[in-house]
Structure formats: C-alpha cells, structure tokens
Nanobody
C-alpha cells in the first residue's frame, strides 16, 4: 500500500513536499513513480526513482522538482519548488511493477 500526503494550496513560486509512505520495505519496490493528472488532461509521469536510485524527471519539472527516498521511513518524497499554476493536479505515487496506486493528493497552485 502506498499513501500520499503533503498536498495543498500554494502561490506560484512556492514550494511543497509530497510524501509517499509504503507499508512495506521501500527497497523491496523496484521503482516508485510520481504521476499527476490535471482536470481534462492525460495522466503524466512526473518522476521516478528506482531501487538502485536511478532517477528520471519529466522535462516539464526538471530543475524544479526533486525525488528522493528515506529508506528508514519507507518513504519517497517529491520536493516541488518554483511551482507554477500548470503544476496544479492530483499527484499519485505508484509501484509500476504491481500496479499499486495511492489515493492521490491535490496540489493547487494559484497565480
């Protein structure tokens, strides 16, 4: 099970940190992905961190978002800086191997 938290309302240029807490040893998951879906838009892969700490970002968030993992807390984070209104979406963390998705957390960035 994956549980997201940390969403909220922030002004453009602000920051938020999302958390994805796993109910199992996070290192037993081959990769954790952060996706987002804005109203009327397709779901977008935002960032991924693998068990071996290979990291990838969508071009739209490179240089602004940082994905990281705390093995002791079985948690993956998404630090989001310099937020823009177009970052507004529901953010989900997933285990792509098992198809496990969290319930999502809303991020709203006001202009």
């Amino acid at each position: 099970q994956l549980v997201e938290s940390g969403g909220g309302l922030v002004q453009a240029g602000g920051s938020l940190r999302l958390s994805c807490a796993a109910s199992i040893n996070i290192l037993s998951i081959s990769a954790v992905q952060w996706w987002r879906q804005a109203p009327g838009k397709q779901r977008e892969l935002v960032a991924q961190i693998t068990r071996t700490s290979n990291i990838n970002y969508a071009d739209s968030v490179k240089g602004r978002f940082t994905i990281s993992r705390d093995n002791a807390k079985n948690t993956v984070y998404l630090q989001m800086n310099s937020l823009k209104p177009e970052d507004t979406a529901v953010y989900y963390c997933t285990d792509p191997l098992t198809g496990t998705w969290g319930q999502g957390t809303q991020v709203t960035v006001s202009a």
